[in-house]
Nanobody, 129 residues
Framework: QVRLIESGGGLVQAGASLRLSCAAS????????MGWFRQAPGKEREFVAA????????SYADSVKGRFTISRDNAKNTVYLRMNSLKPEDAAVYYC??????????????????????WGQGTQVTVSS
């Protein structure tokens, strides 16, 4: 049973930075494509970023490109999301996800949440203006 535990969320002012972490256990971390999604109140869960098994390929939502960076440390079974220049519209619950077979189309990972097999419980990010 794969378990994902997110941490690092909190309340920050607009323009600040946060780094989210997601620690994985119970599986072969290096065999998963890892992703971050977010869900704001009243909105659907949306794709934020994804990273390949080796860490060599990344994909981002247009809304975070240039501000967020996804990375992973396979030795620590952990994936990170560095978030810079945070905006009030970035406020959401952020979820970590692991996928065995996540599609890669036209130079980008699939943004479909149903292509991921395992999910964390989420960590809240609040951004004040």
């Amino acid at each position: 049973q794969v378990r994902l535990i997110e941490s690092g969320g909190g309340l920050v002012q607009a323009g600040a930075s946060l780094r989210l972490s997601c620690a994985a256990s119970g599986g072969t971390f290096g065999s998963f494509t890892m992703g971050w999604f977010r869900q704001a109140p009243g909105k659907e869960r949306e794709f934020v970023a994804a990273i390949s098994m080796s860490g060599g390929i990344t994909s981002y939502a247009d809304s975070v490109k240039g501000r967020f960076t996804i990375s992973r440390d396979n030795a620590k079974n952990t994936v990170y999301l560095r978030m810079n220049s945070l905006k009030p519209e970035d406020a959401a619950v952020y979820y970590c996800a692991a996928g065995v077979r996540v599609g890669y189309y036209s130079g980008s990972y699939s943004r479909k949440s149903d292509e991921y097999d395992y999910w964390g419980q989420g960590t809240q990010v609040t951004v004040s203006s």
